[in-house]
């Protein structure tokens, strides 16, 4: 059943009994379409706390309940990157994404901007894009796992993939470009019917602030937001929080 879970890209959570009464070692699946194996009495209390630890994005946690000790534990596919564009941010977004061990889907309309001799890391598959909305609907499917970045050449095309994109519901979208340029194609994307909560999850323009410059750099500052944004990290210097020692 896991496995399957996994093949549809699905996300979901696997508590164990640590400690207290009941059977130690005990588990109970949490899935999209039900739960299996038990922990008892706590089975519906570990259902209603699981969306609770899957928003916290969270790998582990311990929670405690009439003093039983229970372990949530996230179980979702490895992560997915589909970068919309193979120009020379899109370029470098996929190969330190492959680096990171993400699970890279590179598309674009330009078959000479995907020839494998260019991209020889397995983790990167290539995607030639005849028509960008089907390129795009392919490579995220159901969007669950999946982050989403379009930097592609121009507003065109930026608006053909995140017409699609915002579809998918993908954990991570984000599109580069100026304020002004972002600020049109969401404008666009407002006036074709996109929800305002929809428009609300766009990272645009995309990436942390780190004075990126080189394409190499603006990779790096995309990446870094892609894992702030997975992994719940704030995405400021570690420094300010921290603490000073005093004797």
Known sequence: ?????????EIAVVVTLVSGPGSIGAKLLVHDNGTAGSLGDLDSWAVEKAPEFLTSREETRMFTVAETSLLFERLQPAPRLVVC?????????????????????????????????????????????????SAVRKAVGNGRGVSVAVVTRGHNEDEQCMHIAVETNPDYLGLIGSKRRTSIVIERLRDAGVSEEQLGKIHAPIGLDIGAVSPEEVALAIMAEIVAHRRGGTGISLRHNRRRVTS
């Open 85 to 133: 564009g193979a120009g020379h941010v899109g370029a470098s977004l996929a190969r330190l994404a492959a680096f990171t061990g993400y699970h890279t889907t590179l598309l674009d309309d330009r078959a000479e901007f995907l020839k494998r001799e260019r991209f020889p890391e397995e983790e990167i598959e290539l995607l030639v894009a005849d028509d960008w909305s």
């Open 1 to 9: 059943m896991i496995e399957q879970i996994l093949e549809r890209g």
